[in-house]
């Protein structure tokens, strides 16, 4: 595994951590300033890194909710510029009662800024 996946790798885990302790605060460095995300039921479009913190802000906000997991099968890494792609799959538990709510695949490209890895753009798919 190259130097740039097991940060992309790291980055995730860190992403995913947050989720789970309701730390929108530490989602936001993961982020890139202009990030999008594409949601996976709806399709709503989410711009911006400000835009996604405070969507996880209302997320978070609530006692009932989805906890989500990413995680990633595969990671692609350029070899010419600093970017890459991470394929992988999702999953939703609700945090009552610890059941599967959702789960799907997903993508997301990444970039290195500043020696950081940052997510620019992530597409999900609700298969369940």
Do not use: H
Request: net charge neutral.
């Amino acid at each position: 595994m190259s130097a740039a996946e097991l940060a992309i790798r790291s980055r995730r885990a860190a992403f995913n951590r947050a989720i789970a302790e309701r730390d929108a605060a530490a989602i936001g460095p993961i982020l890139a300033r202009e990030c999008v995300m594409v949601t996976g039921t709806d399709s709503a479009v989410i711009m911006g890194r400000m835009g996604q913190v405070k969507v996880w802000r209302r997320e978070f906000a609530g006692t009932a909710r989805l906890v989500y997991t990413r995680t990633p099968e595969q990671v692609t890494v350029s070899p010419v510029e600093p970017i890459a792609l991470e394929q992988g799959r999702w999953e939703g538990i609700d945090s009552t009662s610890d059941v599967l709510a959702a789960s799907g695949v997903y993508t997301a490209k990444w970039r290195e800024l500043g020696g950081e890895w940052v997510i620019e753009a992530e597409v999900f798919l609700t298969l369940a």
